[in-house]
């Protein structure tokens, strides 16, 4: 039994199991051959009576290589960008944040890093070995300094008054020693508000959404078990929202202030309760989707996805016809002529459906139905829609 990486209880309990998926869902590879035989470890998700969390037990980060190929930017989505926007912007205003500095652990391509210094007049620095010098203007890439390093205790002394870590805590294996880094370069400004998003595993509990989970998500997050790691943490006041279209947790936390109510926080029982009926709920998803897919092949119709990144890998992984089909839709450049890692489905831009003329498009994210709606309407493309 492995402890809980959270709160280090032995209580836990196994509710899923994948022994054989691709060790990375977002690693742009160059042939189909590759794509097939792309590395595949095994996963075992356990939930923690104590705290709620829920983590990979069989995660080992030696086989995640974020330094080589790995595009995981959405930035070329108008409504990703929307919602980059209005967070960014909400946080500047309520925590008066213009012309401060922003510290983001873990900063991607660095296309939020540079949005925040642009929305705020803002200076800062990002860490991420993952970033690409030159996908940024020079304009932008003037308000920031770039570390392409893990964010470790060699860090703790930088801080800023905005502490940003979006999308990577639950990439993190030992989240309990990283979270109190964070508190610890926080607590060097006074004020400092650290701010975390994080995907909510609620969501993917209830809906048994089986896409929604894959080998380099080390650790899977409730409001429940967020708050109290970040208060176990040495974090105060603590507040937890969920966003986009309440598919991922917005974290807001204090370093300095003591919240009365961080030892009455609610029980992880509903939480635990949900967790354990994950692998009846995914396997009658998967079923579900195993049946679509078959009557898509049964009536001849021609069918593709759309959305060339981690849903696609967890989605097409676990269905038997998922390899029915060929190919992925994404709107991002740096992905065409690509192919999914383990799946082997080649990625290709929407003006391809011009001439394929699917009849079925899959959306691998429903937020984003409407702009790819009209992105088919703009092309002439007639299909029908089908989402997760």
């Known amino acids: 039994m492995i402890p809980c990486r959270a709160c280090g209880s032995v209580e836990t309990t196994v509710i899923h199991e994948a022994l054989d998926v691709p060790v990375s869902s977002c690693v742009l590879v160059t042939s189909r051959a590759d794509a097939l035989g792309f590395p595949r470890g095994a996963l075992r998700l356990s939930v923690c009576h104590a705290c709620g969390f829920i983590q990979n037990d069989l995660f080992d980060p030696a086989l995640v290589d974020y330094t080589q190929g790995y595009e995981e930017s959405q930035a070329a989505s108008a409504t990703f960008r929307s919602f980059v926007d209005a967070i960014a912007g909400d946080l500047i205003q309520r925590h008066d944040l213009r012309g401060k500095e922003v510290l983001e652990v873990g900063c991607g391509k660095g296309e939020w890093l540079a949005r925040v210094c642009e929305l705020g007049d803002m200076r800062g620095i990002g860490l991420d070995p993952a970033f690409v010098p030159g996908r940024l203007s020079a304009e932008q890439a003037e308000r920031f300094t770039i570390l392409q390093e893990v964010f470790g205790e060699q860090h703790?002394?930088?801080?800023?008054?905005?502490?940003?870590?979006?999308?990577?805590?639950?990439?993190?294996?030992?989240?309990?020693a990283f979270v109190r880094l964070l508190h610890e370069s926080a607590q060097r400004r006074t004020g400092s508000v650290t701010f975390v998003e994080v995907p909510d595993t609620a969501r993917i509990l209830h809906e048994g959404a089986f896409w929604?989970?894959?080998?380099?998500?080390?650790?899977?997050?409730?409001?429940?078990?967020?708050?109290?790691?970040?208060?176990?943490?040495?974090?105060?006041?603590?507040?937890?929202?969920?966003?986009?279209?309440?598919?991922?947790?917005?974290?807001?936390?204090?370093?300095?202030?003591?919240?009365?109510?961080?030892?009455?926080?609610?029980?992880?029982?509903?939480?635990?309760?949900?967790?354990?009926?994950?692998?009846?709920?995914?396997?009658?998803?998967?079923?579900?989707?195993?049946?679509?897919?078959?009557?898509?092949?049964?009536?001849?119709?021609?069918?593709?996805?759309?959305?060339?990144?981690?849903?696609?890998?967890?989605?097409?992984?676990?269905?038997?016809?998922?390899?029915?089909?060929?190919?992925?839709?994404?709107?991002?450049?740096?992905?065409?002529?690509?192919?999914?890692?383990?799946?082997?489905?080649?990625?290709?831009?929407?003006?391809?459906?011009?001439?394929?003329?699917?009849?079925?498009?899959?959306?691998?994210?429903?937020?984003?139905?409407?702009?790819?709606?009209?992105?088919?309407?703009e092309m002439g493309v007639a299909t029908r829609l089908e989402e997760l």
């Open 212 to 377: 929604d989970v894959y080998y380099e998500h080390a650790a899977y997050f409730t409001v429940e078990s967020l708050t109290r790691l970040f208060h176990t943490c040495g974090f105060g006041r603590v507040a937890v929202r969920r966003g986009y279209a309440d598919q991922y947790l917005l974290l807001e936390a204090f370093a300095d202030d003591r919240d009365p109510t961080a030892d009455r926080e609610q029980s992880p029982a509903a939480v635990v309760g949900a967790a354990k009926a994950f692998a009846s709920t995914a396997r009658a998803s998967i079923d579900e989707w195993d049946r679509r897919l078959r009557r898509i092949s049964l009536d001849g119709e021609r069918a593709v996805i759309w959305g060339a990144s981690s849903k696609a890998v967890g989605f097409l992984t676990a269905l038997e016809l998922g390899s029915a089909l060929q190919f992925a839709v994404d709107i991002n450049p740096m992905k065409h002529g690509q192919f999914l890692p383990g799946c082997g489905q080649e990625i290709v831009p929407p003006s391809f459906l011009t001439e394929y003329r699917p009849d079925v498009v899959i959306v691998m994210n429903p937020v984003y139905r409407d702009e790819i709606a009209g992105t088919l309407d």
């Open 156 to 176: 703790t002394h930088l801080t800023a008054d905005l502490i940003a870590c979006r999308h990577t805590l639950e990439h993190i294996g030992p989240v309990q």
